[in-house]
Structures are given as C-alpha cells and as structure tokens.
C-alpha cells in the first residue's frame, strides 16, 4: 500500500487517486511509459489498467477510476514517477518494509 502523508504521518488526501492507482494498476512497465513522455516520444499516454486510467503528459499525470471510484487528482510527472519507483521497490522487497522519501510538493 502507498500513501503520501504530511510530517505528522496524518495521509493527504489530494494524493489518494493516485495511491490507489499505483496500488491497483502498476507494474514496470509504467516507468517505459513514462520515459516516453520525457523523452517526448509521446505527448499523452493513457495507461489503461485494470481498475484505473492514468493520463501522463509532460506537465501532469491525472486519473479515472474504471469502476466510479473517482477522477482527478492530478499531480505532477515528477510526483508520479517518484510515487511509481518508489512503490516498485517496496514490491521487490521480500520483507516489504516500509519506505519514506521526501515528496515534494507541487
């Protein structure tokens, strides 16, 4: 599970469409993703998952649940991609011990 939460440890809600997007929808393959719009090989990506959309330009990535669980929530490329390889790292670690990092603000 991912949250972003403040210095209290209390969790921030503007950040939960994509907490539960990255939750429910993402593996590797999403950092390719976003590579491609860094690179400017694409402008806009929809990454289609199994719950949830995640729409990933240069200037900020939102989200669209598939099963009217939201939509919004947008944030930029720069929080995305650190909430991704973050989460992707807590996934590669057997013990799955928790892992802070400084999340800037938009």
Avoid: H
Wanted: proline share 4%.
């Amino acid at each position: 599970m991912i949250d972003v939460v403040d210095e209290a440890g209390q969790r921030i809600d503007r950040y939960d469409l994509m907490c539960s997007e990255i939750d429910n929808d993402v593996g590797p393959e999403v950092l390719e993703l976003i590579d491609r719009v860094e690179s400017g090989k694409d402008d806009l990506i929809d990454a289609d998952g199994n719950g949830w959309v995640a729409y990933i330009t240069r200037d900020k990535v939102w989200f669209e649940s598939l099963y009217n669980d939201g939509e919004g929530g947008a944030v930029t490329l720069s929080q995305y991609k650190l909430a991704v390889e973050t989460y992707l790292r807590f996934l590669s670690d057997p013990e799955r011990k928790p892992i802070e990092v400084d999340f800037p603000e938009a």
